[in-house]
């Protein structure tokens, strides 16, 4: 499974982007699908995660209300919206995917995500 984000950028703070997690070559309806980001520095981190469906999802702490993650799995597509970006937001974003079940509870650990994509870079300026 190859999957590729796109659509980070450099914006101020309080502005909003979409993130998109395009996965090449399969079908990307049978992937549970996770957004993680690394700050220069620090330990990558846990941002945001949906089920095969789209009906489960989780968040971190520090997101919620903030970012939404969805999917359109007719495009193949996982996305994360993110509002009222800050500063402490910058860093890399990168998209995981696995296989589960349906009934699979959505995870927050790296490790349970086999499939990584390349990251697209996120700078909030103050």
């Known amino acids: 499974v190859q999957l590729q984000a796109s659509g980070g950028g450099l914006v101020q703070a309080g502005d909003s982007l979409r993130l998109s997690c395009a996965a090449a070559?399969?079908?990307?309806?049978?992937?549970?699908t996770g957004w993680f980001r690394q700050a220069p520095g620090k330990e990558r981190e846990f941002v945001a995660a949906?089920?095969?469906?789209?009906?489960?999802?989780d968040y971190a702490e520090f997101v919620k209300g903030r970012l939404t993650v969805s999917r359109d799995n007719a495009k193949n597509t996982v996305y994360l919206q993110m509002n009222c970006l800050k500063p402490e937001d910058t860093a890399v974003y990168c998209c995981?995917?696995?296989?589960?079940?349906?009934?699979?509870?959505?995870?927050?650990?790296?490790?349970?995500?086999?499939?990584w994509g390349q990251g697209t870079q996120v700078t909030v300026s103050s």
């Open positions: 995981a995917a696995k296989y589960g079940s349906l009934t699979a509870p959505v995870s927050k650990i790296s490790s349970d995500y086999n499939f």
């Open positions: 070559g399969h079908d990307v309806s049978r992937l549970f």
């Open positions: 949906i089920s095969r469906g789209g009906g489960r999802s």
